[in-house]
Nanobody, 123 residues
Framework: EVQVAESGGGSVQAGGSLRLSCAAS????????MSWFRQAPGKGREGVAA???????NYADSVKGRFALSRDSAKKTLYLHMNSLKPEDTAIYYC?????????????????WGQGTQVTVSS
């Protein structure tokens, strides 16, 4: 069973930065995709950023230029660097992973999900 675990959430003022981490126990390092989704109170789950093992990335328009992905392949860890945070970025952030290529932000493409980590941005 693939395990996915997030860490790094917290509270920050608008304009600040946070880094989220996601460790996933995927066994095929050259054929995987990982992503971040978020869900704000009263709203549906939204794809934020995704990357596959070939290095292709995909960002939601709402975070382009502010959020960036990086990864440590040896540690099987994905990072989401969030800068210039806005109150509307407040949400529970979920990491998702699966086998296969393609940096999709389509939730059904991911079979393995973490429990989520809260990010709160105050104005």
């Amino acid at each position: 069973e693939v395990q996915v675990a997030e860490s790094g959430g917290g509270s920050v003022q608008a304009g600040g930065s946070l880094r989220l981490s996601c460790a996933a126990s995927l066994d095929a390092p050259l054929n995987t995709r990982m992503s971040w989704f978020r869900q704000a109170p009263g709203k549906g789950r939204e794809g934020v950023a995704a990357i596959d093992s070939s290095g292709v990335t995909n960002y939601a328009d709402s975070v382009k230029g502010r959020f960036a992905l990086s990864r440590d392949s040896a540690k099987k860890t994905l990072y989401l660097h969030m800068n210039s945070l806005k109150p509307e970025d407040t949400a529970i952030y979920y990491c998702a992973a699966n086998y296969g290529l393609g940096a999709t932000l389509n939730a059904p493409a991911y079979s393995y999900w973490g429990q989520g980590t809260q990010v709160t941005v105050s104005s």
